[in-house]
């Protein structure tokens, strides 16, 4: 266990982090830090707390003090201390907003608290995926002249089905014009005129209309700044263009094998999150909002989630109503990640 002095100290550089990160007095840093993230009546009370806590863990093994346990993030195995946060986190930011009024979204207050516990990848809201995590990637359709051009995979978040929809990009500018070039390429039927073909064509047709439409919902592909750019995804050597919805459940229900899962704290907040997944070497970015739903179960839409609706989830394996959360409800998608997402995650 690190000494009763050495946390001691930790509770002061938290203060200390606190009243900068919200360009606050230092003395009310501190008064902040006892009673809005660890629920105590002031500092010295906290401070006290703190020698009593470290005195009964001999006893206990471990902090009592619901709120003050969290201290120990980053001095012990921390795993549960972490999961448990995620949990706590929205309170102590409500309590901090109760308290003094900060000039900040709630989103990147949350990031200030987890920058707060030295959890460096929750504050940019990265997500890493474990080493067990693997994609096993099928075709989705049977008559291209490729049959490696247009891809798909499941996978869960929070127990949610979501699929991968992957596409050969075929050149090295990601502009509109040169992809929508590389879309002919890809989507090329080796026999046009068998019936196989015939069947398929409108199926093909129908992921050519979506992706352009995912596309130019998620990104200004014709005016990119450097960092705006979206990344692409390498699977067996070449490049591919991926988007992903949840899975409608009754497609969902058909699916035998494990899913590799993906845990993704969501916050009940108005503010549209995103989240970075670090898949190995690679990256995929997870956006999602919250809607209103009133008593006469009619969601209330906001301008990103209609946009949504109106283009990702129109494919016809999306689910097309909200995932329920914590009682709430929320609509999210998946596109390619770009340098900005680390960016403005990490501002």
């Known amino acids: 266990m690190i000494s009763a002095l050495a946390l001691d100290t930790k509770l ?25 993230i660890y629920c105590t009546q002031n500092y010295d009370y906290l401070s ?73 990848d929750e504050a940019k809201y990265i997500i890493t995926a474990p080493e067990y995590f693997t994609l096993e990637w099928k075709h989705c359709f049977k008559t291209l002249s490729d049959n490696q051009s247009v891809l798909y995979c499941d996978f869960k978040i929070n127990n949610i089905s979501y699929r991968l929809i992957a596409t050969k990009l075929l050149v090295e500018e ?51 700044y450097e960092d705006e750019v979206p990344y692409t995804y390498e699977i067996s050597g070449h490049k591919y263009v991926i988007y992903g919805f949840p899975l409608r459940p009754s497609l969902a229900e058909t699916i035998e094998t494990k899913l590799p899962a993906l845990n993704v704290s969501i916050k009940t907040i108005i503010e549209k999150q995103v989240f970075i ?5 690679q990256k995929l ?42 009682q709430s409800y929320f609509f999210g998608g998946i596109r390619p990640f770009c340098d900005i997402d680390y960016l403005e995650n990490s501002i």
């Open 12 to 36: 002061r550089l938290q203060a200390k982090f606190l009243a900068n990160s919200l360009n606050l007095p230092q003395q009310l840093g501190k008064d902040l830090l006892a009673r809005a």
């Open 277 to 281: 997944f670090q898949l190995e070497q």
């Open 285 to 326: 970015v997870f956006e999602c909002i919250h809607v209103e739903t009133p008593a006469i179960s009619v969601i209330k839409n906001c301008e990103f989630s209609n946009g949504l609706k109106e283009t990702l989830l129109n494919h016809k394996d999306a689910r097309k109503f909200p995932i329920t959360l914590h």
């Open 174 to 224: 990601f502009i509109l014009k040169n992809f929508d070039n590389s879309l002919v390429q890809s989507l090329k039927q080796k026999n046009e005129i068998s019936e196989d073909a015939k069947t398929e064509k409108p199926s093909i047709e129908e992921h050519k209309h979506w992706l352009l439409n995912s596309l130019n919902f998620f990104t200004n592909s014709d005016c990119f």
């Open 48 to 120: 006290e707390l703190l020698f009593q806590e470290i005195c009964d863990t001999k006893i206990f093994g471990t902090f009592q003090h619901h709120w003050l346990k969290y201290l120990l993030i980053c001095e012990c195995q921390d795993d549960l201390l972490i999961d448990d946060l995620h949990k706590s986190i929205e309170f102590m930011a409500k309590r901090l907003e109760t308290m003094i009024v900060i000039n900040i979204s709630k989103i990147r207050l949350i990031s200030i608290l987890y920058e707060l516990f030295g959890l460096g």
